[in-house]
């Protein structure tokens, strides 16, 4: 049974910081692009960040390719570990406007989109509040 559990969410001050987790089991997901979304109250469930699988590059393993949401880019930042089956998203100087509901989810193939529809396994969610 394949499960996404993410954790790292909490309450913080604007300008603050959070790093979420997002930790897979029952299958392996380093060939799988992974990704980011969130959903405000009363909002559409939108694309926040994703990351393409690992490739190498000679006798090295690059973290994949990484793809963000313009209302993130420059503050957010999305990284995996494919030995942990573990996928991070590092939020910097958050805004109140990024409060929402963050899930964590598991595409069809090695690239996904900002589509929700290209990912078929999600978790339940982490809750982010962010305090002005």
């Known amino acids: 049974q394949v499960q996404l559990v993410e954790s790292g969410g909490g309450l913080v001050e604007a300008g603050g910081s959070l790093r979420l987790s997002c930790a897979g089991s029952?299958?392996?997901?380093?060939?799988?692009?992974m990704g980011w979304f969130r959903q405000a109250p009363g909002k559409e469930r939108e694309f926040v960040a994703r990351i393409t699988r690992s490739t190498v590059i000679g006798y090295t393993w690059t973290g994949g390719s990484t793809y963000y949401a313009d209302s993130v880019k420059g503050r957010f930042t999305i990284s995996r570990d494919n030995a942990k089956n573990t996928v991070y998203l590092q939020m910097n100087s958050l805004k109140p406007e990024d409060t929402a509901v963050y899930y964590c989810a598991a595409a069809q193939d090695p690239y996904g989109s900002s589509r929700l529809s290209a990912f078929d396994f999600w978790g339940l969610g982490t809750q982010v509040t962010v305090s002005s």
């Open positions: 029952g299958g392996t997901f380093s060939n799988r692009a």
